[in-house]
């Protein structure tokens, strides 16, 4: 007798499950993913960041209120923000900082207003203000001793123009409705007068020094620019 043959056994087809991409998955998908990441910090830094993640993942849209710039600018180079909500996010985040900004110091040195003002390249603690009298303060916020205060002329001698000498930073630049774009030290002395209108209708009104040219530029009231 020949042996009985078996039934074929039927191939069962099988079928793989593959985990969706994050991209290719609706936003309803990726929902409850959004609700565990936010559940697992309580402080408001975590809830923004969960909540910047989340937009992300739903594709490009306006960012929300996020307090991180980092986070905000990681979003646009992954091509999840448009510029236009960075822009939005760097302003807000921007505005939540100035809640911390307050009054250092305040001081009144002059019987005018402040026409101009010039950082200390090297010392950022020290600040050069000019007035419209022409008076000039080197002012060190950072310690208690008096400031440098050179006298100006009064009516007419205004300061629209300060920058510290580059190369040395006991000097400065400034210029003036005096009529002078100038160099002086801070004990009051007058190194170089750069250009002078020779008149009181002509007068310099703007300054900016460039080291490696070596060079000075000033711009006067009737639109000339004098290197």
Known sequence: MAPKKRPETQKTSEIVLRPRNKRSRSPLELEP????????????????????????????????????????????????????????????????????????QKAAPFDRRATSLAWHPTHPSTVAVGSKGGDIMLWNFGIKDKPTFIKGIGAGGSITGLKFNPLNTNQFYASSMEGTTRLQDFKGNILRVFASSDTIN??????????????????????????
């Open 202 to 227: 002509i007068w310099f009104c703007s300054l900016d020094v460039s080291a490696s040219s070596r060079m000075v530029v000033t711009g006067d009231n009737v639109g000339n620019v004098i290197l």
């Open 33 to 104: 993913e959004a609700k565990k990441l936010c559940a697992k910090g309580s402080g408001p830094s975590r809830r923004c960041d969960s909540d910047c993640l989340w937009v992300g993942l739903a594709g490009p849209q306006i960012l929300p209120p996020c307090r991180s710039i980092v986070r905000t600018l990681h979003q646009h180079k992954l091509g999840r923000a448009s510029w236009p909500s960075v822009q939005q996010g760097l302003q807000q985040s921007f505005l939540h900082t100035l809640d911390s900004y307050r009054i250092l």
